[in-house]
Nanobody, 123 residues
Framework: QVQLVESGGGLVQAGGSLRLSCAAS????????MGWFRQAPGKEREFVSS????????NYADPVKGRFTISRDNAKNTGYLQMNSLKPEDTAVYYC????????????????WGQGTQVTVSS
């Protein structure tokens, strides 16, 4: 299994940017897909973005298309989520996860999870 630790969350103004990092430990990180999910209070955990093992194929949820960019550096065992043009609706706890395919968007398809990092966007 892979251990994941998110960082980079914080409080930002609407329209601002933030970059989240996902530090992974374990040799299987580089051979598996990585995903980002978010969960706001009282809401279901929501798919945000995913990337395949090679970093060449990406998937984005409609609300973040054109604003967020997912990437990974397998040599550093680290994944990233660059968030631009942030909106108050983006406020949530963001989770990094590892799964078998970037095509999967359900939380149950990602066996390994980090503890999350809080992102708060003020209006």
């Amino acid at each position: 299994q892979v251990q994941l630790v998110e960082s980079g969350g914080g409080l930002v103004q609407a329209g601002g940017s933030l970059r989240l990092s996902c530090a992974a430990s374990g040799r299987t990180f580089s051979t598996n897909a990585m995903g980002w999910f978010r969960q706001a209070p009282g809401k279901e955990r929501e798919f945000v973005s995913s990337i395949d093992w090679s970093g060449n194929l990406r998937n984005y949820a409609d609300p973040v298309k054109g604003r967020f960019t997912i990437s990974r550096d397998n040599a550093k065992n680290t994944g990233y989520l660059q968030m631009n043009s942030l909106k108050p609706e983006d406020t949530a706890v963001y989770y990094c996860a590892v799964g078998r395919s970037y095509r999967n968007t359900g939380p149950s398809d990602f066996p390994s999870w980090g503890q999350g990092t809080q992102v708060t966007v003020s209006s």
